[in-house]
């Protein structure tokens, strides 16, 4: 049995409790929040710690907090020679305090508060100094999904990078795509099967492999169509931007 | 039994071939096609023909040629008062030639050879003249689709500007992601979870709500390291211009 801490009340936090909760092999001892108003579900409230002076020993701290505040916070431990994690995609491992032992456990999916995950499927990017903390890292990671990577710091920066173009770029060009369809009186829903295929698609094939579509063609009679038909300039911007990237590189 | 000729013989002839072909309320009685190297499954040689003079009679003409070659081909059809349709996105049903009835049937999915892909899910959006007409193309539409809309050829058009969106420009993205990831040796199957999460995210919520990552947080300090760390400027201007449009309108 392996003693975890979660440190944060957040998203990320409120997601690994969930997923651990399942697991009869790694045990959440606490949750540490500054937030006294926190809702956490799957602990129960005895477990929740507002002190510092309260936190237990445990084989494993899992920092969970906004990136800014991983430094002060992993200095506010009151312990030393534990092993600590932060789950940022975009901060080091040399961000944590050097009194205790540094890892890396990040999770690399998009968590809303609304929308239950399975993380049986999500990625985890492990690091850590030494081997056999790794493997301390690795056995938790491997608790709750079949998906664990040994990425490190440098790595993981790279990757953040990628996650942003793929899912909150991508994200904002649906918003795009909802809003046209809402300016036309067109249920977005019909836009949905083609937004799973796009994402399915690249299972079984490279993104260059799989892109179709005006830009790909250089369709140019079709592309000045949609520039003319777009009236609002941002929309009309990121069109020409992307169209081009395409042209140019796709 | 409503017999069926398609005239075209790319992706969209191919997946609306084998659709058809699982079908027994259609008969497709022949493919008409230029290219006489054309390979094409679930239709038997002797029904391909090359030669106008040879096409039969039938319910439903479907056109399913680039769009550009829809008013020439249209207006080869040897026969008058049949229903022809074309299966473009974004061209009108003005285009097709007046000596027959006009339709639409515009099957909103990404068509590559080598992906099979599940008809049952396509949205098809149909578009026809008059009231009887609408149904054949209806019926012939239901046979294969459970996704069937009345789209008039403006909203069509609105609609195949936001697919450009969601669908090509959203797999440019994949594409940068899967080359930064290349660059980074990262294996790029580690963000495929997260794609299909962000992809299934917005059948529960609207693509605001699922909104996360640092132009959401207005996380400068992120965004500036990851501008730091792009070298290839097409990917910076990109990051830039989206960023921008998420912390303006996100």
Redesign the interface.
Known sequence: MISVVIIGSGNVAQHLLSAFATNSSISVIQVYTRNKDAKLQDITTEKIIHDWSKLQEADLYIIAVT??AIPSVSAQIPFQNKLVVHTSG?VAITALDTKNRKGVFYP?????K??K?DFQ???I?IEAENASDFSIIETVAKAISN?V?A?DS??R??????????????????????E??A?????FE???????????????????????????RK?T??IN??LQ??SDS??K???K??TK??V???
């Open positions: 990136d800014q975009s690399l999916q998009t968590f809303s609304l929308k995950v499927e999500i990625p990017c998906k990577y990425i440098s790595q920066k790279a990757l953040h990078v990628a996650a942003v173009f793929v899912c909150n770029f991508v994200n904002h060009l649906y918003q795009i795509g909802s046209i369809c300016a036309n009186a067109i249920p019909i836009l949905q099967p083609l937004i799973e295929e796009t994402a399915a698609k690249i299972n079984t094939l490279t993104p260059k492999e799989a892109q179709t579509g005006p830009a790909k369709d009679s079709t169509a949609h038909f777009l941002n929309q911007e990121i069109y931007l992307i990237s395409i140019d590189h796709g």
